[in-house]
């Protein structure tokens, strides 16, 4: 079964420093998403791509966060002054479709530790 | 969006199948129902979507009555591994067939918990 693939899955950074969360979607899809989960609470929507540009995007997704798809395959979510309140899981989703026809494939996460 | 309701919690036994009922009395027409699994420290996964009726597949079924203000995904003989959060989402799921996506909006979900 083809998977969403992500990295790191466990990133410690420091605050006020960059980071780049990498994602490679399942090869045929079109629709990129980015979700992210802080702990024990729910999933919550960040932003979703599609031709290469953002289609839609959450008041969470602020000038400090940037999508990219720089090479036809990896899709990429940029924090650019991490914060404390910026710890969280991270999951970026593909869909072959803008429709839910078959449901999104999420990947396994990345962990976003800011100290 | 139409606003979905969940218990909490669940607890089951291996073997038991599971009920989780989630309401939605505000689905419009286009709505269809969607669930989706989480494990811990994983990202969710869809398990199974419908309009109405019963739908099955290898995993669950859905059952949705004719007044869809409900629905119930049915897991058949449980194990530990289905200790999990199931979130019910209802929603248009034509909409982003013009190019944008659409994005999943989550609740809180029910924690399944499966105990020996």
């Known amino acids: 079964e083809p998977e969403v693939t992500q990295t790191p899955s466990h990133q410690v950074t420091q605050m006020g420093q960059e980071v780049i969360l990498r994602c490679v979607p399942i090869?045929?899809?079109?629709?990129f998403y980015w979700y992210r989960q802080i702990l024990g609470q729910k999933v919550e929507f960040l932003v979703s791509?599609?031709?290469?540009?953002?289609?839609?995007k959450s008041e969470i997704f602020d000038d400090q966060f940037s999508v990219e798809r720089p090479d036809g395959s990896n899709f990429t979510l940029k924090i650019r002054s991490t914060k404390l309140e910026d710890s969280a899981m991270y999951f970026c989703?593909?869909?072959?479709?803008?429709?839910?026809?078959?449901?999104?494939?999420f990947g396994s996460g990345t962990r976003l530790t800011v100290v | 969006l139409a606003k979905t309701t969940q218990p909490i919690s669940m607890d089951s036994y291996e073997g038991q199948e599971v009920n989780i009922t989630c309401s939605h009395n505000?689905?419009?027409?286009?709505?269809?129902i969607t669930w989706y699994q989480q494990f811990p420290s994983q990202g969710p996964r869809f398990i199974i979507q419908?309009?109405?009726t019963k739908v099955t597949n290898e995993v669950a079924s859905l059952f949705i009555p004719a007044d869809r203000k409900s629905s119930t995904l049915s897991l058949p003989r449980v194990s530990l591994s289905d200790t999990a959060v199931y979130y019910c989402?209802?929603?248009?799921?034509?909409?982003?067939?013009?190019?944008?996506?659409?994005?999943?909006?989550f609740g809180t979900g029910t924690q399944l918990k499966v105990e020996l």
């Open positions: 989402l209802v929603g248009d799921i034509n909409l982003g067939l013009t190019g944008g996506g659409n994005k999943l909006t």
């Open positions: 505000n689905i419009a027409t286009n709505d269809y």
């Open positions: 989703a593909s869909s072959p479709r803008g429709d839910h026809n078959y449901g999104y494939t």
């Open positions: 791509f599609y031709n290469n540009e953002i289609s839609e």
């Open positions: 419908g309009y109405k």
């Open positions: 090869s045929n899809h079109l629709y």
